[in-house]
């Protein structure tokens, strides 16, 4: 007599090998899916990051509010960003001008984290450090070099 179908063993070995995948891709799944939305808040910053530069260069100073530059930090609240900060004085973070992304601690996980753009002079030349306070290595975005 010819067999049709599957026995349970052979169901079982297939639900386990489901379990197993399922362990190790929904983490990284989780973390591709953040990693992907904190791109989205480095985007949003140094679009202010553009800003805030055309301001120095028309004025020789940096902007210590956002109605300096014409915007409004308000509307660039989502479900990632809880706030934006523009600081002429960063001295949280070794002084000078920054842009600050305070992160919903939903995103994240942990309460707290940051996007800091932080614009450094040497010699002249202006260039700009980005600084993840609060985050796992695996979901800074490769764009944030740390």
């Not at 190790?24 to 202010?48: E, H």
């Not at 940096?62 to 990632?80: F, M």
């Not at 706030?83 to 973070?93: F, G, H, K, Q």
């Not at 932080?118 to 306070?133: F, N, P, R, T």
């Amino acid at each position: 007599m010819k067999q049709q179908g599957f026995n349970l063993v052979e169901l079982l070995v297939v639900l386990a090998i489901i379990g197993i995948l399922a362990t190790v891709s929904i983490p990284a799944y989780r973390d591709y899916m953040t990693k992907a939305k904190l791109i989205g808040v480095y985007s949003t910053i140094s679009l202010l990051k553009i800003k805030a530069f055309d301001y120095y260069l028309q004025t020789g100073l940096w902007p210590d509010n956002a109605e300096a530059v014409g915007i409004t930090l308000e509307k660039y609240k989502t479900e990632v960003i809880d706030s934006l900060e523009i600081r002429a004085d960063c001295s949280d973070y070794g002084g000078g001008f920054c842009l600050v992304a305070n992160l919903a601690a939903a995103i994240t996980n942990t309460p707290g984290s940051k996007f800091v753009l932080k614009a450094e002079e040497y010699a002249g030349l202006l260039s700009w450090k980005c600084i993840a306070v609060g985050l796992s290595k695996a979901i800074i975005p490769s764009s944030c070099a740390v």
